[in-house]
């Protein structure tokens, strides 16, 4: 009795079904349909080019092993390919070609040309701008060098530049960079892309917002093209996607990205992606896409610390020519503590309203301008609530700190106590100095510019003023 061709391959598809997992059968096996076998050429039929390449890239020795098993040790494999027409009253038009487990079989004939049918459609391009290269979508001002390192975004940043050296070799693949709006997530995505091509300039790079990749997925279905939007992104070495949380309201999206994200993956290729929250956390995306998505590193990028708001200025001011005083520096990075984004935004209204008004940038304008970011305080801070703070971090008695005793600690703990409370409250020195054992206005000046002098020279004493600063200013919200 002859075996007829859906015979065989349904026998084919038994022994695959329990060598591959569930979801990948139902994904890349399913949908073939067997259409010819003659003299032990056993022809199946694929929906799209796309689909053909996936095959002969991941799983052409399973198949080759499995057809010979069924039809013996001279048996081959074809395909027949669906091809996209561009009218839907036709049959589709297909195109059959060999596969790459074919004995005899000429090398020229391995290779599934882009151009067998229409050359694959670029969906970055403008019509009527032609365009050779992909265009990596990249902002050159997004580099390392522009990027300031400090505790928090040093795993993220470390493992970005690792990454760049050797893209798709590192166990972190995909990187995803996950933080709250502002804090460099873009930039430093961005950087990894620049660096990879500075340093292997024919390697294919490209940034695509989430959003981005839903209305290219949309106009593409309306057009009846998916194979050709797929076809183009699983052409690219490093695919970076910013704010992928965007995916949860696209769940066909999801199913493109998914076989996209699996090609580039499988073929050794990187992918960076960006999200406002861990993997873990995101809602609205399936599972098989989260489960990759922690398949390489999660890094977290953090509200900068005062010294890193520092470095951002300063490096700012550099790159832009300016000079400001140090003290209207300190006071923007120590008032600006939200992100990035808003940091440098109130440094350009600082320069623009000391241009416009023609006034030399000082500590009061500097004051003037930032009401604006600032948030104003809805509960009144009290000497009271800073001494018992004070104490609370120092762990020093309340009692102590209103004695006159020359104990270091305790002075120490004093002056930052005086310090805090004028820059806090509106009281005035003499007011302050009374709440300290009554104390003299002199004594309250006297503290609060040694603070200041051990600030400027003493490294933990500054962060721990600093640290008391920033739980003075939580406790006024």
């Known amino acids: 009795m002859n075996k007829t061709c859906e015979q065989v391959w349904e026998k084919c598809l038994n022994i695959i079904r329990d060598i591959v997992e569930w979801q990948p059968f139902k994904t890349w096996f399913e949908p073939i349909k067997a259409v010819q ?119 993220a940043r470390r493992a970005g530049k690792t990454v760049s050296d050797k893209p798709g070799g590192t166990s972190f693949n995909p990187l995803v960079i996950y933080g709250g709006v502002g804090l460099g997530k873009t930039h430093l995505a961005q950087a990894i892309g620049n660096e990879v091509k500075r340093q ?120 832009d020519g300016l000079e400001m005083p140090k003290e209207v520096v300190k006071y923007v990075a120590y008032n600006i503590q939200s992100n990035v984004r808003e940091l440098e935004g109130a440094l350009i209204s600082l320069l623009a309203q000391s241009s416009l008004n023609r006034k030399d940038i000082d500590l009061e304008l500097a004051k003037r301008v930032l009401k604006s970011f600032v948030k104003t305080s809805s509960k009144e801070i009290t000497i009271e609530s800073i001494q018992k703070m004070v104490c609370e971090y120092f762990d020093v008695p309340y009692d102590k700190l209103l004695q006159k005793t020359r104990k270091r600690e305790i002075v120490q703990a004093r002056q930052i106590t005086m310090y805090l409370a004028k820059s806090f409250t509106k009281n005035s020195l003499k007011t302050i100095g009374e709440h300290f054992g009554g104390r003299d206005h ?36």
């Open 200 to 319: 292997s300039p024919n390697k294919a790079v490209l940034y695509v917002s989430a959003e981005k990749f839903i209305n290219q997925f949309i106009d593409h279905s309306k057009n009846n093209i998916i194979n050709d939007f797929i076809h183009f992104y699983q052409l690219i070495d490093v695919l970076i996607v910013d704010d992928i949380q965007f995916f949860a309201r696209a769940e066909k999206s999801q199913d493109a990205f998914f076989a996209i994200f699996n090609h580039i993956h499988q073929s050794g290729k990187q992918l960076i992606l960006t999200s406002d929250k861990p993997p873990k956390d995101l809602d609205g995306l399936q599972e098989r896409l989260l489960s990759r998505f922690r398949w390489g590193l999660s890094a977290d990028m953090q509200i900068p610390d005062f010294e890193t708001r520092m470095e951002i200025l300063e490096m700012k001011m550099r790159n």
């Open 37 to 155: 076998l003659e003299n032990n050429v056993l022809t199946i039929q694929v929906p799209s080019q796309f689909f053909y390449e996936y095959l002969e890239e991941h799983y052409v020795g399973l198949l080759g092993k499995t057809i010979k098993r069924e039809l013996g040790k001279e048996a081959r494999l074809e395909y027949r390919i669906v091809v996209e027409n561009g009218t839907p009253h036709q049959h589709p038009k297909t195109v059959n070609m060999p596969t790459q487990f074919t004995k005899h079989q000429k090398d020229s004939e391995v290779d599934f040309p882009l151009t067998i049918q229409n050359p694959v459609k670029n969906p970055f391009v403008i019509p009527g701008i032609k365009r050779v290269q992909i265009d990596s979508q990249l902002n050159h001002n997004y580099t390392f060098e522009s990027f300031i390192e400090g505790d928090c975004n040093r795993v």
């Open 442 to 477: 002199t004594t309250v000046i006297h503290s609060c510019q040694t603070v200041k002098d051990l600030m400027d020279t003493d490294n933990s004493f500054r962060d721990s003023v600093i640290e008391l600063q920033q739980k003075v200013q939580l406790a006024a919200m």
